[in-house]
Protein backbone atom coordinates (compact mmCIF):
# COMPACT_ATOMS: atom_id res chain seq x y z
CA UNK A 1 0.00 0.00 0.00
CA UNK A 2 1.26 3.47 -0.75
CA UNK A 3 0.03 6.95 -0.37
CA UNK A 4 -0.51 10.02 -2.40
CA UNK A 5 -1.47 13.75 -2.96
CA UNK A 6 -2.15 16.12 -5.03
CA UNK A 7 -4.77 19.07 -5.19
CA UNK A 8 -7.81 17.15 -5.79
CA UNK A 9 -8.62 13.52 -4.99
CA UNK A 10 -8.60 13.10 -8.64
CA UNK A 11 -5.25 14.10 -8.98
CA UNK A 12 -3.77 12.40 -5.99
CA UNK A 13 -5.50 8.87 -7.28
CA UNK A 14 -4.09 9.34 -10.99
CA UNK A 15 -0.61 10.38 -9.83
CA UNK A 16 -0.56 7.06 -7.64
CA UNK A 17 -1.52 5.15 -10.42
CA UNK A 18 0.99 6.63 -12.56
CA UNK A 19 3.56 5.86 -9.83
CA UNK A 20 2.68 2.34 -9.71
CA UNK A 21 1.97 1.39 -13.22
CA UNK A 22 -1.73 0.19 -12.33
CA UNK A 23 -5.10 0.77 -13.66
CA UNK A 24 -7.85 1.70 -11.46
CA UNK A 25 -9.59 -1.89 -11.93
CA UNK A 26 -6.83 -3.16 -10.34
CA UNK A 27 -6.47 -1.28 -6.88
CA UNK A 28 -8.65 -0.34 -3.69
CA UNK A 29 -8.62 3.07 -3.32
CA UNK A 30 -9.07 4.86 0.48
CA UNK A 31 -9.78 8.67 0.95
CA UNK A 32 -7.34 9.72 3.57
CA UNK A 33 -7.96 13.27 3.22
CA UNK A 34 -9.98 14.99 0.88
CA UNK A 35 -8.19 18.04 0.97
CA UNK A 36 -8.29 22.01 0.85
CA UNK A 37 -6.97 24.97 -0.64
CA UNK A 38 -4.70 27.28 1.25
CA UNK A 39 -2.81 30.25 -0.02
CA UNK A 40 0.68 31.37 1.01
CA UNK A 41 1.79 32.62 -2.41
CA UNK A 42 0.55 29.21 -3.98
CA UNK A 43 -2.12 26.46 -3.62
CA UNK A 44 -1.14 23.86 -0.94
CA UNK A 45 -0.91 20.05 -2.10
CA UNK A 46 -3.03 18.04 0.16
CA UNK A 47 -5.75 15.50 -0.94
CA UNK A 48 -4.67 12.34 0.25
CA UNK A 49 -5.29 8.95 -1.32
CA UNK A 50 -4.24 5.22 0.17
CA UNK A 51 -3.76 2.64 -2.70
CA UNK A 52 -3.46 -0.78 -2.48
CA UNK A 53 -2.89 -3.25 -4.98
CA UNK A 54 -5.79 -5.99 -5.38
CA UNK A 55 -3.16 -8.52 -5.82
CA UNK A 56 -0.59 -7.82 -3.51
CA UNK A 57 -3.18 -7.38 -0.98
CA UNK A 58 -4.35 -10.55 -1.37
CA UNK A 59 -0.97 -12.29 -1.45
CA UNK A 60 -0.83 -10.30 1.96
CA UNK A 61 -3.86 -11.87 3.25
CA UNK A 62 -2.51 -15.57 2.03
CA UNK A 63 0.32 -15.09 3.77
CA UNK A 64 -1.55 -14.02 6.78
CA UNK A 65 -3.30 -17.35 6.77
CA UNK A 66 0.13 -19.66 5.84
CA UNK A 67 1.88 -17.80 8.81
CA UNK A 68 -1.25 -18.63 11.26
CA UNK A 69 -1.50 -22.58 9.87
CA UNK A 70 1.47 -25.09 11.10
CA UNK A 71 2.24 -28.00 9.48
CA UNK A 72 1.34 -31.16 11.17
CA UNK A 73 3.75 -33.76 12.16
CA UNK A 74 3.15 -36.03 9.25
CA UNK A 75 2.73 -33.70 6.87
CA UNK A 76 6.75 -33.28 4.82
CA UNK A 77 8.12 -29.12 5.73
CA UNK A 78 10.50 -28.92 3.06
CA UNK A 79 8.32 -27.88 0.25
CA UNK A 80 6.23 -25.35 3.12
CA UNK A 81 9.76 -23.84 4.16
CA UNK A 82 10.81 -22.94 0.59
CA UNK A 83 7.44 -21.34 -0.40
CA UNK A 84 7.40 -19.78 3.51
CA UNK A 85 10.68 -18.21 2.34
CA UNK A 86 9.82 -17.08 -0.98
CA UNK A 87 6.86 -15.55 0.54
CA UNK A 88 8.59 -13.68 3.48
CA UNK A 89 11.04 -12.12 0.22
CA UNK A 90 8.12 -10.73 -1.49
CA UNK A 91 6.48 -9.40 1.38
CA UNK A 92 10.27 -7.68 2.00
CA UNK A 93 10.17 -6.74 -1.59
CA UNK A 94 6.65 -4.72 -1.01
CA UNK A 95 7.33 -3.09 2.16
CA UNK A 96 10.78 -1.49 0.55
CA UNK A 97 8.75 -0.35 -2.47
CA UNK A 98 6.01 0.65 -0.27
CA UNK A 99 8.81 2.79 2.10
CA UNK A 100 10.53 4.29 -1.17
CA UNK A 101 7.16 5.34 -2.89
CA UNK A 102 6.43 6.91 1.04
CA UNK A 103 9.50 8.59 0.87
CA UNK A 104 9.56 9.87 -2.36
CA UNK A 105 5.86 11.26 -1.47
CA UNK A 106 7.27 12.98 1.90
CA UNK A 107 10.48 14.59 -0.06
CA UNK A 108 8.06 15.61 -2.71
CA UNK A 109 5.91 17.53 -0.21
CA UNK A 110 8.44 18.89 1.28
CA UNK A 111 10.14 20.73 -1.55
CA UNK A 112 7.05 21.96 -2.91
CA UNK A 113 6.39 23.52 0.71
CA UNK A 114 9.95 24.67 0.52
CA UNK A 115 9.88 26.65 -3.01
CA UNK A 116 6.13 28.01 -1.30
CA UNK A 117 7.95 29.66 1.46
CA UNK A 118 10.42 31.21 -1.24
CA UNK A 119 8.41 32.29 -3.24
CA UNK A 120 5.75 33.60 -0.53
CA UNK A 121 8.96 35.57 0.33
CA UNK A 122 9.73 37.20 -2.96
CA UNK A 123 5.55 38.11 -3.22
CA UNK A 124 4.90 35.59 -5.96
CA UNK A 125 1.26 34.56 -6.16
CA UNK A 126 -0.28 32.01 -8.70
CA UNK A 127 -0.90 28.57 -9.07
CA UNK A 128 1.36 25.05 -8.90
CA UNK A 129 1.04 22.06 -10.40
CA UNK A 130 4.01 19.22 -9.83
CA UNK A 131 4.22 15.91 -11.42
CA UNK A 132 6.89 12.87 -11.31
CA UNK A 133 8.25 11.44 -14.68
CA UNK A 134 11.14 8.95 -15.07
CA UNK A 135 12.77 10.35 -11.70
CA UNK A 136 12.10 13.62 -12.66
CA UNK A 137 9.85 16.09 -10.83
CA UNK A 138 8.27 18.43 -13.23
CA UNK A 139 6.61 21.74 -11.25
CA UNK A 140 5.09 23.93 -13.33
CA UNK A 141 3.77 27.75 -12.54
CA UNK A 142 1.13 29.89 -13.22
CA UNK A 143 1.61 33.31 -12.33
CA UNK A 144 1.02 36.78 -13.58
CA UNK A 145 4.65 37.87 -12.84
CA UNK A 146 6.46 35.65 -14.75
CA UNK A 147 9.66 38.08 -15.20
CA UNK A 148 10.07 38.21 -11.54
CA UNK A 149 9.74 34.35 -11.17
CA UNK A 150 11.95 33.98 -14.08
CA UNK A 151 14.84 36.75 -13.19
CA UNK A 152 17.30 37.54 -15.65
CA UNK A 153 18.42 35.08 -18.46
CA UNK A 154 16.35 32.62 -16.34
CA UNK A 155 18.94 32.64 -13.26
CA UNK A 156 16.21 32.94 -10.22
CA UNK A 157 14.17 30.08 -11.62
CA UNK A 158 17.57 27.84 -12.39
CA UNK A 159 18.75 28.83 -8.96
CA UNK A 160 15.21 27.30 -7.19
CA UNK A 161 15.69 24.38 -9.55
CA UNK A 162 19.23 24.08 -8.12
CA UNK A 163 17.93 24.33 -4.63
CA UNK A 164 15.01 22.13 -5.19
CA UNK A 165 17.24 19.59 -6.62
CA UNK A 166 19.79 19.73 -3.38
CA UNK A 167 16.37 19.70 -0.83
CA UNK A 168 15.68 16.08 -2.54
CA UNK A 169 19.09 14.73 -2.44
CA UNK A 170 19.39 15.46 0.89
CA UNK A 171 16.14 13.91 1.41
CA UNK A 172 17.14 10.94 0.32
CA UNK A 173 16.37 10.58 -3.48
CA UNK A 174 19.54 8.93 -5.74
CA UNK A 175 20.28 11.35 -8.37
CA UNK A 176 17.12 13.42 -8.47
CA UNK A 177 16.06 15.68 -11.66
CA UNK A 178 13.94 18.54 -11.05
CA UNK A 179 12.84 20.95 -13.85
CA UNK A 180 10.53 24.83 -12.72
CA UNK A 181 8.75 25.71 -15.41
CA UNK A 182 7.00 28.84 -15.92
CA UNK A 183 4.40 29.11 -18.46
CA UNK A 184 6.05 28.42 -21.72
CA UNK A 185 9.85 29.37 -20.70
CA UNK A 186 11.53 26.42 -21.14
CA UNK A 187 10.28 25.61 -24.47
CA UNK A 188 10.58 28.86 -25.61
CA UNK A 189 14.38 28.68 -23.80
CA UNK A 190 15.11 25.69 -25.96
CA UNK A 191 14.18 27.01 -29.35
CA UNK A 192 15.83 29.71 -28.64
CA UNK A 193 19.35 27.22 -27.78
CA UNK A 194 18.47 25.74 -30.86
CA UNK A 195 18.66 28.55 -32.98
CA UNK A 196 21.61 29.71 -31.56
CA UNK A 197 24.05 26.38 -31.50
CA UNK A 198 22.75 26.48 -35.65
CA UNK A 199 24.34 29.97 -35.72
CA UNK A 200 27.42 29.26 -33.93
CA UNK A 201 27.88 26.36 -35.92
CA UNK A 202 27.51 27.68 -39.35
CA UNK A 203 29.84 30.51 -37.99
CA UNK A 204 32.93 27.76 -37.08
CA UNK A 205 32.48 25.92 -39.79
CA UNK A 206 32.77 29.29 -41.82
CA UNK A 207 35.90 30.42 -40.18
CA UNK A 208 37.31 27.61 -38.62
CA UNK A 209 37.65 29.34 -35.31
CA UNK A 210 36.08 27.39 -32.12
CA UNK A 211 33.24 28.93 -30.41
CA UNK A 212 32.29 29.03 -26.35
CA UNK A 213 29.08 29.55 -25.54
CA UNK A 214 28.27 31.32 -22.08
CA UNK A 215 28.30 29.42 -19.09
CA UNK A 216 25.14 27.33 -18.67
CA UNK A 217 23.59 24.81 -16.67
CA UNK A 218 23.56 21.41 -17.53
CA UNK A 219 20.31 20.66 -19.20
CA UNK A 220 20.23 23.71 -21.01
CA UNK A 221 23.80 22.40 -22.23
CA UNK A 222 22.67 19.39 -23.19
CA UNK A 223 20.45 20.89 -25.99
CA UNK A 224 23.05 22.49 -27.26
CA UNK A 225 25.18 18.62 -27.45
CA UNK A 226 21.64 17.44 -28.73
CA UNK A 227 20.89 20.04 -31.33
CA UNK A 228 24.34 19.52 -32.81
CA UNK A 229 24.91 15.93 -32.54
CA UNK A 230 24.40 14.90 -35.94
CA UNK A 231 26.37 17.69 -37.42
CA UNK A 232 29.00 15.38 -38.99
CA UNK A 233 31.69 18.47 -38.93
CA UNK A 234 30.89 19.92 -35.24
CA UNK A 235 31.83 18.61 -32.09
CA UNK A 236 30.63 20.26 -28.86
CA UNK A 237 32.57 19.54 -25.59
CA UNK A 238 31.87 20.65 -22.14
CA UNK A 239 34.30 22.59 -20.50
CA UNK A 240 35.08 24.04 -16.96
CA UNK A 241 33.91 23.66 -14.04
CA UNK A 242 30.38 24.21 -12.37
CA UNK A 243 28.71 26.89 -12.20
CA UNK A 244 31.02 28.29 -14.94
CA UNK A 245 31.19 25.04 -17.19
CA UNK A 246 30.32 25.76 -20.90
CA UNK A 247 30.00 24.28 -24.01
CA UNK A 248 32.60 24.88 -27.02
CA UNK A 249 31.86 24.68 -30.34
CA UNK A 250 34.43 23.65 -32.71
CA UNK A 251 35.14 21.24 -36.15
CA UNK A 252 35.72 17.54 -35.77
CA UNK A 253 39.64 16.87 -36.57
CA UNK A 254 38.24 15.58 -40.06
CA UNK A 255 36.63 18.53 -40.71
CA UNK A 256 39.80 20.89 -39.70
CA UNK A 257 42.21 18.61 -41.97
CA UNK A 258 39.51 19.23 -45.00
CA UNK A 259 40.05 22.84 -44.25
CA UNK A 260 43.96 23.03 -44.19
CA UNK A 261 44.19 20.85 -47.18
Avoid at 117 to 144: C, P, S, Y
Wanted: glycine share 6%.
Amino acid sequence: MARFKGKTIEEATNRGLKILGVNRNEVEIYVINAGQAKFFGLYHVSAEVEIIIKEQNQMMQSMQVATQSKPTMDEPSVGKTVDSQADIEAQELLERQAKNRERWEKATDDVIDYLVTILGALGIEGDLNATWGQNTLNIQFETTTEGLLIGKYGRTLNAMQTLATAYLSEAGINHPQVMLNVGNYREERTEKLERLAYRLADKVVSLGQSETLEPMPAFERKVIHSALADDPDILTTSIGKEPFRCVKIELTPEATARLDA
